[in-house]
């Protein structure tokens, strides 16, 4: 199947992984929980972390970024893979769902790191938490969690293949990569800014931030920004980086 | 029986960046052909075969590729049926050849493992080799780039400086190959910047020279052997065979070694003795067993 030989050729990086990951776990143990109540529980440091306005709008973004920006040109600058693909629109199916596969990888790559470097920072593994620090109301912490990551895998997946569309458009991981950082600094740059924070909502990263779209006690929630609204943007998002992908790969020359 | 042309360009031009690469292309390719393309480096030979694979569209012209119009379409159609060896090929360097064959044919699940191996032995690699695909010479991976072209037993096989690292027995293993395509009737295109790598497989060879096709060769040039008695007969031989060369004696005779056009021994044969040289024995190069 094309999908196996693809993903083979995803991973292969093995430099790049390491690097992410790394990078990742080392960041763990700098999270700034200083806002709450200094948490024993590993769920509590999970969603922490996971909602830190410079990891989420721009750490974990950019490093997914550095491991797809030079998926598609890498394949189809490699004669061998591309020469038995039927179509260039059927290799733009697997692209889409090996993408899909790392996005949800990576996703749940954030949360086991986060969830290693709690234990060993010895934090309690407890299914019960103290939700009133986070939440107005009761919430279950698997519950929390399993929104979060969606978000996360939902927000990667969409922006992800819209980056993608860069890397096929000028067939260059670096303008792609470029691209990225500036999505990233934009969403950042435009929370950081008090009065246009109500635009917050619009930028492409905001969508991963968990605490700008849940009611919380933590960060202040963008007004009309909800859980609905972002899976509404994302799924725009990738179904125009899709017909972008299509109408440009068919004519692709390289 | 004129045989199916399965490669047709008819008048293709093709600009890349401001250079005009190709400019009114025109030839063709029939099952069972070898045909040879020649030019200087960045003279557009590796642009037609990505012409003929659907890397690039011509900005004028058809390439026909079995009896299909290569152009996009509706959905980027890739020509079918070609095996292509273009440039350097990107296999997975962590995984051994075998492993990056299967990995390929799992693509399109025509073949399995039993003509994975049987191409890998045809290339003169071991299927069985545990060596990763970091540590093969280039020689190596010039092999496993042609046993990935031909395991899949293409229509058309496409192969970009063919011979480039291999050493006499690679070539002669790459000569057992061709005979084989040209026996299973596909059409093939070898392409070089060095014409005489490439010549001797070749039915038509063409030069590739300022975006224009010239046909510099029109049947395929043998390799022939000749044995003569004495040193002042081969001296002989230098003068009448262009391209005559001395080498190493076969059975105790002088012995040198020309190209030509001669369809066989009695045709050459006949040609030597116009010029009064009458040889002792005339051989092709296949052969003859150097010791």
């Known amino acids: 199947m094309l999908t196996v030989g693809l993903i083979q050729l995803f991973i292969h990086n093995g430099w ?17 929980r200083t806002g709450v109540q200094k ?11 996971l909602t830190q306005h410079y990891l989420t709008l721009i750490v974990i973004p950019l490093l997914y970024f550095l491991l ?39 996703s749940v790559l954030c949360f086991i790191l986060f969830f290693i470097s709690g234990w060993v920072q010895g934090m309690h593994v407890e299914l019960s938490w103290d939700s009133a620090q986070f939440f107005y109301e009761e919430q279950n912490p698997l519950t929390i ?38 999505l990233c600094l934009l969403s950042y740059i435009v929370w950081m800014i008090y009065p246009i924070r109500t635009m917050f909502k619009f930028t492409p990263i905001a969508q991963m931030m968990f605490f700008s779209l849940y009611p919380n ?20 998002v990738l179904f125009i980086s899709i017909i972008l992908m299509f109408i440009h790969i068919r004519k692709k020359q390289f | 029986m004129e045989k199916q042309r399965l490669i047709q360009f008819k008048g293709v031009k ?4 401001k250079t005009m690469i190709l400019d009114g292309i025109n030839f063709s390719v029939s099952a069972g052909e070898v045909v040879g393309i020649t030019g200087a480096n960045g003279s557009g030979k590796t642009t037609i075969l990505r012409q003929i694979c659907g890397f690039l569209y011509p900005d004028q012209g058809e390439v026909i590729v079995s009896n299909e119009i290569v152009e996009p379409g509706l959905v980027g159609k890739i020509p079918a049926g070609i095996g292509a060896l273009i440039e350097t090929p990107t296999f997975l360097p962590q995984f051994t050849g075998f492993q990056n064959l299967a990995l390929l044919a799992g693509i399109q699940e025509k073949i399995g493992k039993e003509t994975i191996k049987k191409s890998l032995k045809m290339v003169g690699l071991e299927p069985m080799d545990k060596k990763k695909v970091r540590k093969y010479s280039q020689g190596m991976l010039q092999r496993l780039g042609i046993a990935q072209a031909i395991m899949e037993e293409p229509k058309i096989l496409l192969l970009d ?18 005979e084989k395509q040209i026996n299973d009737h596909v059409a093939i295109i070898l392409v070089s910047h060095i014409e005489e790598e490439i010549s001797r497989f070749c039915d038509k060879v063409y030069l590739l020279k300022d975006g224009k096709l010239e046909l510099i060769q029109k049947q395929k040039q043998r390799e022939w052997i000749i044995l003569v008695r004495t040193v002042e007969e081969l001296e002989q031989l230098s003068y009448v065979l262009t391209d005559f060369r001395i080498i190493k004696r076969v059975g105790g005779f002088a012995t040198g070694q020309c190209k030509g056009e001669w369809e066989s021994k009695q045709e050459l044969l ?22």
């Open chain 1, 145 to 182: 969690l399993t929104s979060l990551i969606t978000l996360y895998i939902v927000t990667l997946t969409s922006i992800g293949t819209f980056t993608m569309f860069i890397s096929l458009r000028y067939f260059n991981s670096v303008i792609a990569l470029g691209f990225g950082v500036f």
């Open chain 1, 68 to 106: 797809i920006v030079d998926f598609i040109p890498k394949i189809m600058a490699s004669n061998v893979i591309y020469i038995r693909a039927r179509s260039k629109v059927r290799l733009l199916f697997y692209f889409i769902v090996v993408h899909f596969a790392a996005a949800f990888t990576f």
């Open chain 2, 270 to 291: 006949a040609f030597l003795m116009s010029y009064h040289i009458i040889p002792e024995k005339i051989m092709m190069e296949e052969e003859v067993v150097l010791c």
């Open chain 2, 161 to 178: 400086e063919p011979t480039n690292g291999l050493d006499k027995d690679g070539v002669d293993l790459f000569r057992q190959i061709l």
């Open chain 2, 14 to 17: 093709k600009k890349l960046g």
């Open chain 1, 217 to 236: 006690k933590i960060s202040e929630q963008v007004e009309n920004f909800t859980i609905d609204w972002s899976i509404r943007y994302n799924l725009i």
């Open chain 1, 16 to 32: 790049r992984w390491l690097v992410v990951t790394g990078t990742l776990f080392g960041l763990t143990f700098f999270i700034d």
């Open chain 1, 39 to 49: 948490s024993e529980n590993i769920f509590e440091f999970i969603v922490t972390g």
